[in-house]
């Protein structure tokens, strides 16, 4: 007989981890005892030489669905002649290195249950076990107990109590457990606040198909919900949220329903159907049937399955239901229920709430596949507050991120915990729940941050909030940022070529940057090249006016004369434009900009898929959609030598004119465009990585959400480099408190 005391660190507590060892234990004849600790699950096993090999083995290779095996190491001890195998339930197990788990997709036994007219979790809207249910949403506090989390009020039956007690069973210290005789339940209410009589499920459904908007509380927040096939009620829901263009997501009742209506292949089927239930962009296939204002004029649309029971109990398979964040336009997502009531009765005509109250809200997670592999446009639901492994362990980092999609990082030894999304942080509402969120993490944690690390934009809240917090300070630019969290993501040092393609950030000459090469480490940066500046007539209008870039493009390229193209563009020029490009020449209220997103704009503009934009990213969005599925030409641009060097797509605009004078058609200028940059991006990487030897590349910032700039960039350079491309982290600016993070600390050694 030998005995081993084994060590297993990682996602290992709140999965089911020590029922599964246990059973393990009795299949391989292992005597001994399992116990959460500080860092995870510690195992005492003892048993025949042949039989503990098998038994550590699979403790990774067939570990519960939910949990992430981090390092398992194994010593000697003497042999105690134990023959039990015993669960020991830890005191207080030790917060400082504690895991959360992010919320986990109902598992199919509990979807079973909840459709067995038999089991006593029938229609139950809040079943869930060890290998699903909400988790990161309901924790006030660690360690992961149920009286620390806000089931708390609700005392367990003695059925449901005995399954908690129960090693064997599928909900041993499940501490969300629940059924209909203890748990929480939902109820029906007007807009009011008044309760409606009826089932509250069966009513929501009943109302829903007569074409009602929903106010939906779901795990993380309240979801605005109306049938995406009742034209008139997504109309109704557009209009009431003050939301023009941009697509709404679709919950789907089944995995069919969603294949019916997208193309699906296996990488997404597995993404829409995995444990973080994100939202998954896909291409609308022969059968899609949604109303046109779900998606208007994108061949894309989100769709997400149902993540908790009581989407399985409203939505039937067939079913296809709008899904969208309840909030209006700016603001982070309702998860009170006096909060929404209050902000969302213009909108929703009913609300369907719940008493199990949600602790911290979390949007739906956004993601598509590239490559065959899942990419990351938001993280939040289902993968926050899971830690990202840093290369190294360094001092305890709070890093603020950006402004818009913002998201926060908050370090502890070499691990990285990436907040939720909390939205664009212009408003005070969105500034409060950022900090509350800040605050909740440090305690969740157990971390006092030693440093903070922060954007160099002097305006941005997050900018402000680290100013003010009194620690040792980190700034860190924008783009370096960006290429620093994709470094991060893939424990890389550099040095990489990066570039760095997004709307706005501040440079460290104070001018607006985002276009830009850096030959970059987790350290510094030098910016090798970048997009040739061009003036934002009029400031910030021009970034939600993009016309005002084209008119200054053709301005510069042709002065006063431009006027004489005979283009549509030109034809359909806003009136005051003359003083505007007059006021631009003169530099006055037009500050220099190399952003890559301008660019877009501006070619959308000039091609006149868009002048003025209703959300943020909405003209290079288009852009997209109207070169979908051409190849497009490589049109003249010209790369000026220099320190750094400057990319000029004069001569593409150029091109671009004289083909719509030819009369040209704009999507495949669109087309042309995106073949052009591409082409240019790798031209330029190729120059800079000849000069300086560095042969990898890493791609990031917001652009590089547009996937056919990205698939060609890809296309043109994966021959010759290593491309870094994000996986874990969203490229635009939700991911950029990563890089941030990883910056200070290799800073701070
Ligand atoms: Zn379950
Ligand atoms: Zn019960
Ligand atoms: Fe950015």
């Not at 971390?447 to 900018?463: I, M």
């Not at 200054?552 to 004489?564: K, Q, S, T």
Request: aromatic share 8%; hydrophobic share 45%; charged share 20%.
């Amino acid at each position: 007989m030998e005995r081993l005391r084994i060590e297993i660190t990682g996602i290992v507590q709140g999965v089911g981890f020590r029922p599964f060892v246990h059973n393990l234990a009795g299949r391989h004849s292992i005597g001994g005892w399992v116990a959460n600790d500080g860092r995870g699950v510690v195992i005492e096993a003892e048993g025949e030489q042949a039989a503990l090999a098998a038994f550590l083995a699979a403790l990774r290779a067939e570990a519960p669905p939910l949990a992430v095996v981090g390092a398992v190491t194994a010593r000697p001890l003497p042999p105690a002649g134990e023959r039990g195998f015993a669960i020991r339930t830890s005191a207080a197990a030790d917060a400082r290195t504690a895991l959360i788990s992010p919320d986990v997709a109902t598992c199919p036994d509990c979807r079973a249950e909840i459709a067995d007219p038999l089991d006593r979790r029938y229609g139950y809207p809040f079943t869930n076990c060890t290998n699903c249910g909400p988790r990161y949403t309901i924790v006030n506090d660690v360690p992961y107990d149920r009286e620390r989390t806000t089931m708390a009020a609700f005392t367990m039956c003695p059925a449901c109590r005995a399954e908690y007690d129960d090693p064997a069973n599928r909900r041993f210290h499940a501490q969300p457990n629940a059924c209909p005789a203890c748990g929480p339940a939902y109820r029906l209410l007007d807009r009011d606040g008044r309760p409606l009589a009826g089932d509250p499920l069966a009513e929501a459904r009943r109302l829903v198909a007569a074409g009602s908007v929903a106010a939906i509380k779901g795990l993380g927040g309240f979801h605005l919900a109306c049938n995406a096939l009742d034209a008139a009620a997504v109309a109704a829901l557009r209009a009431r949220k003050v939301r023009e263009d941009k697509p709404f997501a679709v919950m789907a009742g089944s995995l069919a329903a969603a294949k019916a209506r997208c193309l699906v292949d296996k990488a997404e089927e597995e993404l829409l159907a995995g444990p973080a239930r994100p939202i998954v962009l896909l291409t609308k296939g022969p059968g899609y049937d949604l109303a046109a204002a779900v998606a208007p004029g994108n061949p894309c649309v989100g769709m997400m399955l149902p993540y908790a029971p009581v989407h399985w109990l409203l939505l039937a398979p067939d079913d296809v239901w709008v899904m969208t964040s309840g909030n209006t336009s700016d603001e982070p997502i309702a998860y009170e229920d006096g909060d929404a009531l209050a902000r969302l009765a213009g909108i929703a005509d009913f609300f369907l709430v719940h008493n199990r109250p949600i602790n911290c809200r979390a949007d739906d997670s956004v993601a598509r596949v590239f490559g065959g592999k899942p990419y990351l446009l938001r993280r939040s639901r289902g993968f926050a507050p899971a830690p990202l492994r840093l290369k190294r362990p360094g001092p305890a980092v709070l890093a603020c991120g950006g402004e818009l999609k913002s998201a926060f990082c908050l370090t502890r030894d070499d691990q990285a915990f990436m907040s939720a999304h909390v939205g664009d942080l212009e408003n005070m509402a969105t500034y409060g729940a950022y900090t509350a969120a800040i605050e909740h993490y440090e305690k969740l944690f157990a971390v006092r941050p030693e440093l903070v690390a922060h954007d160099l934009h002097p305006e941005y809240l997050a900018t402000k909030y680290a100013m003010d917090c009194g620690l040792p300070r980190i700034g860190v630019q924008h783009h370096h940022a960006h290429i620093a969290a994709v470094l991060a993501e893939h424990g890389a040092d550099g040095p990489v070529i990066g570039a760095a393609f997004d709307g706005t950030g501040y440079g460290d000459d104070g001018r607006l940057w985002g276009g830009e090469f850096l030959l970059a480490d987790l350290k510094g940066y030098t910016r090798l090249a970048h997009l040739e500046y061009m003036p934002l007539p009029g400031g910030a209008a021009a970034i939600r006016e993009p016309w005002r870039l084209a008119a200054w493009v053709l301005h510069d390229l042709y002065g006063a004369d431009f006027v004489n193209k005979d283009i549509p563009f030109v034809r359909s020029l806003p009136a005051g434009w003359e003083l505007l490009l007059a006021a631009a020449a003169k530099g006055l209220n037009a500050p220099l900009a190399s952003g890559a997103g301008r660019l877009f704009d501006a070619c959308a503009a000039l091609l006149g898929v868009r002048g003025k934009i209703n959300y943020e990213g909405q003209a290079a969005v288009e852009l997209e959609l109207a070169a979908a599925g051409r190849k497009g030409r490589v049109l003249p641009y010209a790369i000026t030598a220099g320190e750094p060097a400057r990319l000029d797509f004069r001569p593409a605009f150029a091109a671009m004119v004289a083909a719509l004078e030819q009369g040209a058609a704009p999507a495949e200028l669109a087309a042309d465009f995106h073949a052009t940059l591409a082409d240019a991006v790798a031209a330029t990487v190729r120059r800079l990585a000849a000069a300086s030897g560095v042969r990898t590349v890493a791609l990031s910032g917001g652009v590089f959400q547009n996937v056919t700039l990205l698939g060609a960039v890809v296309a043109r350079l994966e021959q010759d480099f290593t491309v870094l491309l994000h996986r874990s982290v969203p490229p635009n600016d939700g991911g950029l408190a990563l890089g941030q993070a990883a910056v200070a600390i290799e800073r701070s050694r």
